[in-house]
């Protein structure tokens, strides 16, 4: 099956790994990562699979593919790629769509002390995590969790169910509607990552805890950092 795999951080690299090892012909759409990300640029050199860090387009595909996969890719992918691959292309988020569209997801969860987060693939379509639901998963939340082990428990339990997803597209199953609240969050941290004084003592704990995604900055308290419910 040919593949286009537009995507970067650590699941995008696992979701690489699993087609590679089901023997899929690969195209990587992706960014340059940060230091402290792992590089699938990196694994497409030593597995030599054809990458591009350009924005997708339909000028410059390599090929019609079968599936296309979005694996934490910055960019909507566009309607005129979509209707290449023929209804098969879907997206990974983490979160229990409908609820938490958009970016900062977990450290919103945290921050309004849900019970439950998880991870929902689903169909792309004209609108940002909009699309008919292929799977979805419940994940407890701790009430000790930092927004860093959140988001790794949710993306390593996430990618355990990725091939099952790739065969459900594969099958043209319908999915799901997305039913419920819809929420939706810009990109960048609560609140621009200030406490407000006048918050609950729990809300400003769930904050600090909300916003420690080393080495990203921690939240802060009139210009001084606080990484502990102890420094306030």
């Known amino acids: 099956m040919k593949v286009i795999l537009c995507g970067h951080q650590w ?11 089901k023997k899929h012909r690969v195209y ?4 340059v990562n940060q230091y402290f990300q792992p590089s699938l640029i990196n694994l497409c050199k030593k597995n030599k ?3 591009t860090t350009k924005k997708i387009s339909i000028l410059n595909l390599p090929f019609n593919p079968d599936m296309i996969c979005s694996i934490f890719y910055k960019y909507k992918v566009p309607q005129d790629v ?7 292309a879907l997206n990974l988020h983490p979160s229990l769509l409908p609820k938490y569209r958009g970016s900062s997801s977990s450290a919103w969860a945290i921050l309004n002390n849900e019970k439950f987060v998880g991870f929902t693939y689903h169909y792309m379509d004209s609108k940002f995590d909009n699309g008919r639901i292929i799977l979805q998963k419940k994940i407890k939340m701790n009430n000790f969790d930092l927004n860093f082990t959140l988001f790794y428990r949710i993306m390593f339990e996430s990618m355990k169910y990725f091939l099952t997803v790739i065969q ?11 039913v419920g609240k819809v929420s939706y969050f810009l990109k960048g941290p609560p609140f621009k990552g200030k406490i407000n004084p006048k918050w609950s003592f729990s ?3 769930r ?3 909300s916003m420690i995604f080393p080495p990203r900055p921690p939240a802060t308290l009139n210009k ?3 990484r502990r419910i102890e420094e306030l």
Not at 11 to 21: K, M, P, Y
Not at 82 to 88: A, H, M, V, Y
């Open 82 to 88: 979509l209707n290449i691959s023929k209804g098969k």
């Open 28 to 31: 990587v759409y992706t960014h």
């Open 203 to 205: 809300k400003k704990e």
């Open 224 to 226: 001084r950092k606080i």
């Open 168 to 178: 459900n597209v594969k099958r043209k199953i319908k999915g799901k509607k997305q």
């Open 11 to 21: 699941a995008a690299c696992e979701a690489l790994r699993q087609l590679i090892t």
């Open 49 to 51: 699979i054809k990458y």
């Open 207 to 209: 904050f600090i805890r």
